[in-house]
């Protein structure tokens, strides 16, 4: 059964970081694209960054760029979000999903995504 579970939320003052993990199990990460989503409350779901699985391309949203990196450790079967210069906008809960294994793409559209973890809440406030 395939599982992502997601952890490293919490609360944290506008400039500071934190950096989510994506654990997965019964698959194994890099076979898959992998990507970062998140959604604030009365808003919907959108992309933040993604991982193909092709070539290991990385890419991210307008909104986090330069701020946000993710990473793979294939030897842990995890995947990150390193979150720097946090801004109150950056609220929300965050999820990691992964596409299918016939897909080697990333996509920005949520109904691409088969598996999903339960999100854990990043809240950026003073």
């Known amino acids: 059964q395939l599982q992502l579970v997601e952890s490293g939320g919490g609360l944290v003052q506008p400039g500071g970081s934190l950096r989510l993990s994506c654990a997965a199990s019964g698959f194994t990460l890099d076979y898959y694209v992998i990507g970062w989503f998140r959604q604030a409350p009365g808003k919907e779901r959108e992309g933040v960054s993604c991982?193909?699985?092709?070539?290991?391309?990385?890419y991210y949203a307008d909104s986090v760029k330069g701020r946000f990196t993710m990473s793979r450790d294939n030897a842990k079967n995890t995947v990150y979000l390193q979150m720097n210069s946090l801004k109150p906008e950056d609220t929300a809960v965050y999820y990691c999903a992964a596409r299918s294994r016939s897909n080697y793409y990333c996509s920005d559209y949520v109904a691409s995504f088969s598996y999903w973890g339960q999100g854990t809440q990043v809240t950026v406030s003073s």
């Open positions: 991982i193909s699985r092709r070539d290991s391309s990385r």
